[in-house]
């Protein structure tokens, strides 16, 4: 009798777990789909998917009234409260075709050189701050596989003015360009107390690390603590491969933590968003390549690289939220 009932009780506790999630599925696949990022009416990010497609259904309500959903920097679906507040949802997530990899010098040399677009943004209490997007090149050290330099070649910088003088330009101090962590080193990854899940899809395995820092207490200097530090770290590689350097495609980064001002009852989230993905891989002896300061202050670019169709431009989602509050920093080639 007493193993029924603990069998019960178990039963129902899944049940109850389930009912409080929104799960995104692929509707070509049926597998899950990581990385959803759901907006509401405002332009916040209420709800960021797991690598099990799931959301906590608590962070959808009703008042929110519209939900935008975005996969892979695009708006894949536009839904009511109704709509997305059920368990399963299926969306059309083939929006465009997967640009392949361009291998070029494929001799193998003392560097190894992967090239790719990026964007990255800081959103703090849900809300958009500072937006930044370019291209950039990772240099490895082809022997150990260890990163040796990381070479910004174009960017935009964007923030959000909605004060008077541009009270939230500071927000621009956060954006930081991808740091690739766990990528070169298939192992490393797997070392120390990290929650690590993995998912094989038709195109791609995913593997997502969920990694707290320091204690949940936090730290506090001059009347501010900084504390609930959390990073979840999404990779992505060829199918089926080996997931070392030359099956990478895709990283993905999302920090998360609390800010805390002893003058102010109520805590500040923060949050920020890096995104890398391959565009070419290449071996080389020199790693002397073109760059530029990765300056928060202004822009960087020599081209309108965002112009191509396989360029993940953020930038158009937020305004289609912001319009015209989203301004550029200006342009210094």
């Known amino acids: 009798m007493k193993k029924i009932f603990f069998l019960l009780f178990f039963v129902l506790l899944f049940q109850v777990a389930h009912a409080q999630t929104i799960t995104f599925i692929s509707e070509k696949t049926n597998k899950p789909l990581p990385k959803v990022s759901v907006f509401a009416k405002d332009g916040s990010i209420v709800a960021y998917s797991d690598i099990d497609g799931k959301i906590d259904k608590n962070l959808i309500t009703q008042d929110q009234e519209k939900f935008q959903l975005v996969?892979?920097?695009?708006?894949?679906?536009?839904?009511?409260?109704?709509?997305?507040n059920k368990d399963i949802i299926k969306l059309d997530d083939k929006i465009k075709d997967i640009e392949p990899v361009v291998i070029k010098n494929e001799k193998p040399a003392k560097y190894i050189l992967i090239k790719g677009n990026f964007n990255t943004y800081v959103i703090v209490n849900n809300q958009l701050k500072s937006y930044a997007d370019g291209i950039i090149t990772y240099i490895f050290d082809n022997k150990t596989k260890k990163l040796k330099s990381t070479n910004v070649e174009q960017y935009r910088i964007f923030s959000l003015q909605?004060?008077?003088?541009?009270?939230?330009s500071s927000y621009t101090a956060g954006l930081e360009i991808p740091r690739l962590k766990y990528v070169g080193n298939p192992e490393e990854y797997k070392t120390g107390k990290k929650n690590i899940k993995e998912l094989k899809g038709d195109k791609n395995d995913q593997i997502e690390i969920i990694d707290r820092i320091g204690s949940e207490k936090g730290s506090t200097s001059f009347g501010i603590t900084l504390y609930d530090f959390k990073k979840i770290i999404n990779l992505s590689f060829e199918k089926e491969s080996g997931k070392?350097?030359?099956?990478?495609?895709?990283y993905s980064e999302v920090r998360y933590s609390k800010i805390k001002y002893k003058e102010k009852p109520e805590p500040t989230q923060l949050a920020l968003y890096n995104n890398f993905y391959v565009t070419e891989y290449s071996f080389g002896n020199d790693n002397d390549i073109k760059k530029v300061r990765f300056n928060k202050s202004n822009s960087s670019y020599q081209t309108s690289y965002w112009e191509d169709p396989s360029f993940p431009n953020m930038q158009k989602v937020f305004s289609s939220f912001f319009k015209n509050d989203l301004k550029e920093k200006p342009n210094e080639k």
Not at 71 to 84: G, H, K, M, R, W
Not at 162 to 168: I, K, L, R, Y
């Open 162 to 168: 909605t004060e008077p003088n541009g009270a939230f």
């Open 71 to 84: 996969y892979d920097n695009v708006i894949l679906a536009q839904l009511t409260f109704s709509e997305i």
């Open 244 to 250: 070392t350097l030359r099956d990478f495609l895709e």
